[in-house]
C-alpha cells in the first residue's frame, strides 16, 4: 500500500509539474492569468513531491536534493491575487512593480539554501529555521492570513457577479458554474485543511494529498485547455440614453434598416467592424445607434455583432457544403479576428465552447 502511494505521489508530480510549467509559459506569452495559476500548481506540485520523500523517507539520505526548499508559500497569495484579477477584470493590467511582491518569497528560498549549506560545512545538524517564532509566522502563518484575505476578496467578487448575473436574467451553463466557482471553493478548503494542520496540529495532511492529487490537477488542465475557462463571463451593461434626444427617429423602421444591414449585407462578416462604420452606413448618429441596441436588445454594440457571428459559424456547421473547412476557418470568415476570441464568445452565447457544441450536435 506505501509503495503504490509514492507511486501515485511521483506520477502526480510529474503530471504537476510539466502542467505548471507550460502553463506558466502560456501565461508569459498569451493568457497573463495562466502565469500565476502555473506558479500555484508549481508550489503545490512540489507539496506533493515532499509528501513522496516523506513516504519513501527521501529527506533522510545523505545524498538527497533538498527539493523542498525550492518553493516558498509566500508564493501563493500574491499568485492567486493577481489570478483574480485577471480572471475578474479584463481590463487589468498589473503594475511594473508588482514583481517585488514576490521578493519575500526568493529571500525565503534563499535563506532555506544557504542554511543548509551552512549545516552540511560544518557537518553536523543545526535547528531548524522552523523553529525560530519570527521565521515561523513569515513562511508559515503570513501565507494562511494572506490566502484567507485574497480569497475573501475573491469570494466578495464572485458574490457580487452572481448577483447581477441574476439580475440580469441571464443563465450560467453548468461548465461555466464549475469554472467560476470551481478554483474558489478548492483553495478555500485547501485553506483550511491548511489552517487545520499548521495552527491545530491536527493530522489532515492525508487529507491534503488526496486533494491536491484529485481536484488540482483536472482544474489546472481545465485552465491549459481553455484559457478562459476561469474567466467571468462578460455582463451586458446598458448605457442610460435619453429618448427625447432622438425623439425625431422611428425606432421600429430603424431597428429593421439595422437588423437588415447584418442579416441580408452580412455586416458582421467584416472584421473589427465598428458602431461608427455601421452609423455611418445607416446615415444614423452611432450614439443613437448604441442607444437602438442598448434598449431593444439589451446588449451593446459588440455582444449584438457577435451574435450574427456566431450564428453564422452554427448555420455554416450545418451546411454539408461547409464540410471541408476547419472551425477557424468559418469563425474567420464569420468576422472573428482570432481562434481566442472566438472561443470566448461562442461559450458566452451557447454556454458550451465550440468542441462541445460539435460533440452534442454531430
Not at 41 to 66: C, K, T
Not at 88 to 97: C, D, E, G, S, V
Not at 256 to 282: C, I, N, P, W
Request: glycine share 6%; charged share 15%; with cysteine.
Amino acid at each position: 500500500m506505501e509503495n503504490w502511494k509514492s507511486i501515485v505521489y511521483l506520477l502526480a508530480f510529474g503530471q504537476g509539474i510539466v502542467l505548471s510549467l507550460s502553463l506558466i509559459v502560456r501565461g508569459i506569452t498569451q493568457q497573463r492569468a495562466n502565469l500565476f495559476l502555473g506558479l500555484i500548481l508549481y508550489i503545490l506540485a512540489l507539496e506533493i513531491l515532499n509528501a513522496w520523500g516523506m513516504q519513501v523517507h527521501y529527506h533522510s539520505r545523505p545524498d538527497s536534493f533538498p527539493f523542498w526548499n525550492m518553493q516558498s508559500y509566500l508564493v501563493l497569495p500574491v499568485s492567486l491575487w493577481f489570478f483574480v484579477q485577471y480572471t475578474t477584470a479584463p481590463a487589468y493590467r498589473a503594475p511594473r512593480w508588482s514583481w517585488l511582491l514576490f521578493a519575500p518569497s526568493l529571500l525565503e528560498v534563499i535563506g532555506l539554501t544557504s542554511w543548509r549549506l551552512y549545516w552540511r560545512h560544518i557537518d553536523q545538524r543545526v535547528p531548524s529555521l522552523l523553529e525560530n517564532p519570527a521565521w515561523f509566522f513569515v513562511t508559515e502563518i503570513l501565507p494562511i492570513a494572506g490566502m484567507f484575505a485574497v480569497l475573501s476578496f475573491y469570494g466578495l467578487k464572485l458574490f457580487r457577479f452572481k448577483q447581477e448575473w441574476k439580475r440580469s436574467g441571464q443563465h450560467l451553463s453548468i461548465t461555466q458554474v464549475i469554472g467560476i466557482y470551481g478554483l474558489f471553493a478548492f483553495l478555500t478548503t485547501l485553506t483550511l485543511l491548511w489552517t487545520a494542520g499548521v495552527g491545530l496540529n491536527l493530522r489532515v495532511f492525508a487529507a491534503i494529498e488526496v486533494l491536491l492529487t484529485g481536484c488540482l490537477f483536472a482544474l489546472g488542465y481545465a485552465g491549459y485547455v481553455n484559457p478562459h475557462f476561469y474567466q467571468l463571463p462578460v455582463l451586458v451593461k446598458l448605457k442610460s440614453t435619453d429618448k427625447s434626444v432622438f425623439a425625431h427617429y422611428n425606432d421600429s423602421r430603424e431597428l429593421g434598416r439595422l437588423e437588415a444591414a447584418f442579416r441580408e449585407d452580412a455586416l458582421h462578416m467584416q472584421s473589427k467592424l465598428t458602431l461608427e462604420e455601421v452609423a455611418a452606413k445607416l446615415h444614423l448618429p452611432p450614439r443613437y445607434l448604441s442607444y437602438l441596441i442598448n434598449t431593444h436588445h439589451s446588449s451593446n454594440f459588440n455582444h449584438y455583432v457577435n451574435a450574427f457571428r456566431v450564428e453564422e459559424v452554427i448555420r455554416k456547421l450545418a451546411d454539408p457544403r461547409e464540410q471541408h473547412k476547419t472551425l477557424l476557418a468559418l469563425a474567420l470568415e464569420a468576422g472573428f479576428s482570432s481562434k481566442s476570441t472566438f472561443n470566448q464568445v461562442f461559450r458566452q452565447h451557447t454556454g458550451k465552447a465550440p468542441s462541445e457544441y460539435l460533440l452534442v450536435n454531430k
